[in-house]
């Protein structure tokens, strides 16, 4: 995912903040002399497939369920078919399931049942309590095993992803910074003279160039007053010094 691309950057802003229960984005609506900033709640799920990985600030708000290939024949090779009529009867039974039971599990979710066995806080529980008050609302319908199976699910769901995540974005920020700093390193080589070049030509890169760059690709508004570039470039600086790396880079020529 690019973020330099004009949709997403306009679509950033609503993902981000949809995982909140009282989330608004501000959008201008009107023309001309009759323009006027209208809030717009963005709460609710959302479902993005992509192949190349989620922008780090989309990635933390999310449960990313990664798809693998499989070694089985049968199963790689099925295909679903759109028509088929078991999908309209799914489909069906899901908004039907919606409409009547949409106001009970609103009143469910402010009773206070749900369970915080994991001990979650912050963002993690914002996250995690939707998906928790409707596994508690089903489960008191089903037998006391499955009931006990499908929060059980649901809890190490949680677990799992989270434990993936937490990996994945210390990797995504370490990966990030290392395209800035090469690509920047290149850059500077591009712009010396050939004939100046020796086998141990240093460049030098300014920590702020790179903390910016790599803030917009983690998905930052870089330009915004909220955003503190000096506290984010010393962020940047001591990720780099904990991988080695500095801003000068000793680059060779041969």
């Known amino acids: 995912t690019e973020s330099n691309n004009d949709m997403i950057q306009a679509l950033i802003p ?8 009282l989330a608004k984005v501000t959008r201008i609506e009107g023309d001309g002399t009759h323009k006027k900033r209208v809030k717009f709640s963005a709460y609710g799920p959302k479902i993005i497939c992509a192949v190349n990985p989620l922008l780090a600030s989309l990635a933390s708000r999310s449960y990313v369920i990664r798809l693998i290939s499989s070694l089985n024949p049968e199963k790689a ?14 489909r069906d039974k899901l908004y039907l399931f919606a409409m009547q039971n949409y106001q009970k599990i609103q ?19 914002e996250k995690a309590y939707p998906l928790l008050t409707i596994a508690y609302y089903v489960a008191q319908f ?5 009931e006990n199976e499908l929060i059980s699910e649901i809890t190490s769901f949680i677990t799992q992803t989270r434990e993936e995540k937490s990996a994945e974005m210390n990797n995504s920020w370490e990966a990030d910074i290392i395209h800035v700093v090469s690509r920047k390193t290149l850059e500077e080589l591009d712009r010396l003279n ?6 141990t030509t ?3 890169i300014p920590q702020l160039d790179v903390a910016l760059e790599v803030a917009e690709r983690e998905g930052f508004d ?3 007053p909220k955003f503190n570039k000096t506290s984010y470039s010393r962020k940047v600086g001591l990720k780099m010094r904990n991988m080695g790396l ?6 060779s020529t041969g």
Do not use: M
């Not at 009143?107 to 529980?125: C, D, H, V």
């Not at 050939?194 to 086998?199: A, D, I, V």
């Open 142 to 146: 089903a037998p006391e095993k499955e």
């Open 246 to 251: 500095t801003i000068k880079t000793i680059a």
């Open 194 to 199: 050939e004939n100046k070049r020796t086998l």
């Open 222 to 224: 870089v330009d915004s």
């Open 77 to 90: 090779n099925l295909e679903v078919i759109e028509t088929d009529p078991q999908w309209q009867a799914v």
């Open 14 to 21: 609503i993902l981000n903040a949809g995982y909140k229960k």
């Open 202 to 204: 240093i460049v030098t």
């Open 107 to 125: 009143e469910f979710a402010k009773s206070k049942q749900i369970k915080n066995a994991l001990n979650l806080t912050g963002r993690e529980w």
